[in-house]
């Protein structure tokens, strides 16, 4: 199944690649798609449609799909392989950030990223999303909105805890360390 095709059957104007780019890449605020474990796409594609994750465009985008054109969008992206190393853009301390994400903070009770995002950020199936190379200006946003209490959808609260337990500093630095991955 083509994305084309998935966003024509819809009968909406809009398509992914117009927000997430031609590969899935993402852009700044908007995340790669691409290489994302599918069942964790799906997740996020059911909670933006349900209104248990929050955002404008990706709800009035989710609300225009059936279960079945979300297994295949997800699968889709799933498939697509992007490892792109991504110039960092929020002035973090890099070493900082790798220290973040190889070791955590024991300071302040930050687990290393790596304990559950894959030895090298590069995901695990189902559940947990790769954050090598993912867009870090994306990355900053949602350890922000965890951190406020605004995303909501996290099982268990893993990362509602994981972000609660970080100051802006740090979550600049890991952004930008794991977006250059
Ligand atoms: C987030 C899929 C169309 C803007 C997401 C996420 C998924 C997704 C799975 C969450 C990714 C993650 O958690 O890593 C799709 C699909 C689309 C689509 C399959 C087409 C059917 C669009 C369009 C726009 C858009 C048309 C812009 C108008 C965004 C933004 C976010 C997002 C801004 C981040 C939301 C946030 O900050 O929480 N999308 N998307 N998407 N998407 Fe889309
Ligand atoms: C999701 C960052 C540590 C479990 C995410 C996302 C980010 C992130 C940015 C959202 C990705 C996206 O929307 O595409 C980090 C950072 C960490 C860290 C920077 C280290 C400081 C951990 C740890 C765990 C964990 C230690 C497990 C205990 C999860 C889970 C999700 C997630 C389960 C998916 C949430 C959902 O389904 O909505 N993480 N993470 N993370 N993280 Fe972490």
């Given at each position: 199944?083509?994305?084309?095709?998935?966003?024509?059957?819809?009968?909406?104007?809009?398509?992914?690649?117009?927000?997430?780019?031609?590969?899935?890449?993402?852009?700044?605020?908007?995340?790669?798609?691409?290489?994302?474990?599918?069942?964790?796409?799906?997740?996020?594609?059911?909670?933006?449609?349900?209104?248990?994750?929050?955002?404008?465009?990706?709800?009035?985008?989710?609300?225009?799909?059936?279960?079945?054109?979300?297994?295949?969008?997800?699968?889709?992206?799933?498939?697509?392989?992007l490892r792109a190393k991504?110039?960092?853009?929020?002035?973090?301390?890099?070493?900082?950030?790798?220290?973040?994400?190889?070791?955590?903070?024991?300071?302040?009770?930050?687990?290393?990223?790596?304990?559950?995002?894959?030895?090298?950020?590069?995901?695990?199936?189902?559940?947990?999303?790769?954050?090598?190379?993912?867009?870090?200006?994306?990355?900053?946003?949602?350890?922000?909105?965890w951190h406020?209490?605004?995303?909501?959808?996290?099982?268990?609260?893993?990362?509602?805890?994981?972000?609660?337990?970080?100051?802006?500093?740090?979550?600049?630095?890991?952004?930008?360390?794991?977006?250059?991955?």
């Amino acid at each position: 199944a083509t994305l084309q095709a998935v966003s024509a059957g819809t009968g909406q104007a809009w398509s992914c690649a117009s927000c997430h780019g031609a590969a899935g890449e993402g852009n700044l605020s908007t995340p790669r798609l691409a290489g994302q474990p599918a069942a964790y796409l799906a997740k996020q594609l059911e909670d933006f449609r349900s209104g248990l994750r929050h955002n404008e465009s990706m709800a009035f985008v989710a609300r225009a799909l059936s279960d079945e054109d979300i297994a295949k969008l997800a699968r889709y992206y799933a498939g697509i392989e992007l490892r792109a190393k991504l110039a960092p853009s929020l002035g973090g301390n890099l070493e900082r950030g790798k220290l973040i994400a190889e070791k955590g903070d024991w300071k302040s009770n930050v687990p290393a990223c790596f304990q559950c995002h894959g030895m090298n950020g590069e995901g695990v199936a189902p559940g947990f999303p790769a954050l090598a190379g993912q867009q870090p200006d994306y990355i900053f946003a949602q350890l922000a909105a965890w951190h406020a209490g605004e995303r909501k959808n996290s099982p268990q609260k893993l990362m509602d805890d994981v972000a609660r337990r970080m100051n802006p500093d740090d979550m600049r630095a890991v952004s930008d360390y794991l977006g250059s991955m």
